[in-house]
Every structure is written in structure tokens, then in C-alpha cells.
């Protein structure tokens, strides 16, 4: 049976096969394996996802500069679902039975030929959804099952190396089949009502969510790597924020005026503040919480942390989108009003802070008062922003104002919450 160290040997050509990333045999890895990381295979897997990411949340601005909001956010949440529960079942295979082998690499290649084709199939999905008239899903469901095929391959594999894992990789395959059947009737039924087609993408989604329980709760789950999960899981959040880059610098484009770009408004300086102040603040935020240490000793909930992260991931992506429309809107290029733009940046940011503790407190399991009062005032500065904006406040001081709401969790942690969660984590040390 592979070990770890078998792989390293032969990812580095120290192995006795022909070629420099030999087969191995894919053993479940050690779950406490030392100076486990992510590797570059799975950091180029993740390009593919900004593609993804960031035609979602484009395809989001543009439809809430419409003044189409509850498509806008429809389409959006559906594709952002989407995209994030094929991370995450890559994601925690391979956090689980990574080999990096030669056959390893292509089957990853593949996958990330799903991606890309599903990133394309977004385009029709969202116009679909504006019109309002069907569910158009052939294009994100054939990348869907390239994906698939992919990953059924590697639950096939990983249940022939992987004596001890035969039942998970089983019934992973299974489950994986059923779903991905039921993605491909709805996606090519015809005459299907848009409510029943709703109704079917809701439950083969909640389907998608239950997949680990039904094919891992009693087979003893995979020897995930709760330091790795973390790190992953932290990367894509900040693959996600660099939305809020591009949001940023879609929205100062036509703002810096003059023919060399260089008489700078004052509006084009504020959303520069604005995006890079705010998207350095909700990485400051995300990364307060050491989620690879919570994990090595709450591993019963790897599923909470792993599927409550989707709602974040929509947060991160739907605040870079905000940013877009700001922008939109202060080159007079959309059909809303103001108060309705902060609401597209300030709601996507409070979900994402909100999120942040929901995860933080179902990992410690408990409450705290503290947190409760940083909840509050972060509520209060985005509602202020709000109000500001109806009250005929400027959009860009507005949008300062919303900037300073990941800010209340920063300044609160640096200051009482870091010794709170340090004496926690030392409990938690002592109990194990």
C-alpha cells in the first residue's frame, strides 16, 4: 500500500517507474500528516474557478444594473451553489487521497475542462433566468458531467487501492451517478415549467448537500486533512476577494479622466479606497479565525465547515459584483437609484460578515456576547450607509461608509476578541 511519502518519492522522479510521476497506489493519507499544503496541481485547478467566479458575479452586475434584481440574485446564487460544490467535492477527494501521479494530473486536467465548459454555459443560464421564460442548463450541466466523470473515476480508484475505503468510494460513485441523472433530465426535458424546473434544481441541490452523509455517514468518513482543508478553503476565499479587485477596477475605468488618465475625480479616488479597503478588510476578517486548528480538534464538523462556507463564498463574490454596479451607476450606466446600489454592496458584505461568525461559532460551539455586539455594530454601519445614500448622501462617501463595516470585526479582534479565542483554543488543547 502507498504511503505519503511514496507519492512525494515519486512526484519528485524518486520512484522505479518509467516515467518521472509514476502510477501509485492511492492510499488514504495520513490525516496528520506534517507540513501537509496545498500543491500546484491544485492551485492551477483553481484558476479555472475564477473564470467561473468571475463571469457569475459579471453576469450579476449587469442584470442588477438592470433593475432585475430578483433574477439577478436567482441566477447568481444558483450559479454560485454550483460552482462552489464542484470545489468542494475536488477539494476534499484530494485532501483525502491526493497522489499527484501521472493518471492524478489528468483526471484533474479533465475536471478542468468541466470548468471551463460550465463557465461558458453561464452566459445563456443567466440570460435564461432574465427572461424569465425557462431554466437554460444544457451548458453548465455537460461541464457539470465532465466534471463528474472525472470524479467517479477517482472514487473508483481510490475504492480498488483503497481496501479500507471500498464502501465510501462505492458509494460515493453511486450517490455522484444519481444526481448527475438528475441534473441531465432537467437540464434536457423540454416543456418543462420554470416553477417545476425550480422546484427540481432545489432538490437535486439539496441532494448535492446530503452526498457526503448518504455515501461516508456509516463508512467512516475520508482521511481529510483538516490543516489542508483550511488552507484550501483560504485560498479559494481569496481567489473569491480578487472579485473585489475586478469590481474595483471595472468600476474606476471611465472615472479617471483626461486623455493621459490622470485628472483623478473625486468619485474615481473613493471607489479605489472603497474596494481595495474593503476587500483587505474582509480578508483580515476571514483569516482572525485559525480554521485549521478548530478543525485538528472539532473534525466531527468538517461538513459544517466545508458546506457553510457556499453562503460566504456567494458574500465575497456577490460584494466584488457591488463594487461593478457602483461603478455602473457613477458612469450613469444603470437604471437604479443609489440607495438601491449601496444595497447590492452592503447586503453581500453583511451576509459574508455574518457568515464568518455563524462559522466561527457552529466550530467552538458557543455563543459569545462580544461577537453578538461586533454583529450588531457592523449591521448598524451598513444600515447607516443606507440611510445615508436616501438621505441624498454622495454614492461615494456611501460607499466609505460600507468599507468600515468589516473594519468593526477587525478593530474588535486585535483589540479583545485574538486573547478570547487563544484561551479557547488552549481549552481545547488541555481537553485533548
Known sequence: MGTPDDSAAAAAGGGRGRVAHSRIRM????????????????????????VAVGTAAHHFAEM??????????????????????????????????????????????????????????????????????HLELRGIVIGYVIMRVAMVSQWW???????????????????????????I???FATGLPLGLAFAAFILLGALELLLPVLSQGRAGGTPWH?????????????????????????????????????????????????????????????FATPFGDILV???????????????????????????????LQLEHHTKLGEPAVVLSLAVPVGLYILMVYVLHTLLLSGADRFHALLIALSVLVLVAAVLLSTAGVALSVCLLVVTLA?????????????RHQRAVLAGFGRDG
Do not use: C, K
Not at 492510499?27 to 475564477?50: K, N, Q, S, Y
Not at 480508484?157 to 460513485?173: D, L, W, Y
Not at 478553503?233 to 474606476?252: D, R
Not at 468589516?406 to 485574538?418: D, K, N, Q, W
Open 185 to 187: 433530465a432537467l437540464a
Open 297 to 327: 480538534f472539532r473534525r466531527g464538523r468538517g461538513y459544517l465547515f466545508g458546506y457553510g462556507h457556499i453562503l460566504l463564498f456567494i458574500g465575497i463574490a456577490g460584494a466584488g459584483a457591488g463594487l461593478h454596479v457602483a461603478g
Open 406 to 418: 468589516p473594519f468593526v470585526t477587525v478593530i474588535g479582534f486585535e483589540t479583545i476578541g485574538h
Open 27 to 50: 492510499a488514504g493519507r495520513d490525516p496528520a500528516e506534517h507540513h501537509r499544503a496545498a500543491t500546484p496541481l491544485e492551485l492551477l485547478f483553481d484558476l479555472t474557478f475564477v
Open 64 to 133: 442588477l444594473a438592470e433593475d432585475h434584481a430578483v433574477q439577478a440574485v436567482t441566477a447568481f446564487v444558483m450559479a454560485m451553489f454550483a460552482i462552489s460544490v464542484a470545489w468542494i467535492s475536488f477539494t476534499w477527494f484530494a485532501s483525502a487521497f491526493g497522489t499527484d501521479d501521472w493518471l492524478d494530473r489528468v483526471l484533474t486536467m479533465v475536471q478542468m475542462m468541466g470548468v471551463v465548459v460550465f463557465a461558458l454555459g453561464l452566459p445563456a443560464f443567466f440570460h435564461a433566468v432574465e427572461e424569465g421564460d
Open 226 to 286: 483538516p490543516h489542508h482543508v483550511a488552507e484550501r478553503y483560504a485560498l479559494f476565499a481569496i481567489i473569491t476577494l480578487g472579485e473585489g479587485v475586478v469590481g474595483t477596477v471595472a468600476s474606476s475605468g471611465e472615472l479617471f479622466g483626461g486623455a493621459d488618465g490622470t485628472h483623478w475625480s473625486a468619485d474615481a479616488v473613493a471607489v479605489v479606497v472603497a474596494g481595495v479597503g474593503l476587500t483587505f478588510a474582509m480578508w483580515w476578517v476571514y
Open 157 to 183: 480508484r481510490a475504492s480498488r487501492e483503497s481496501p479500507g475505503f471500498r464502501h465510501v468510494g462505492r458509494a460515493n460513485i453511486r450517490w455522484t451517478v444519481i444526481a448527475q441523472l438528475g441534473w
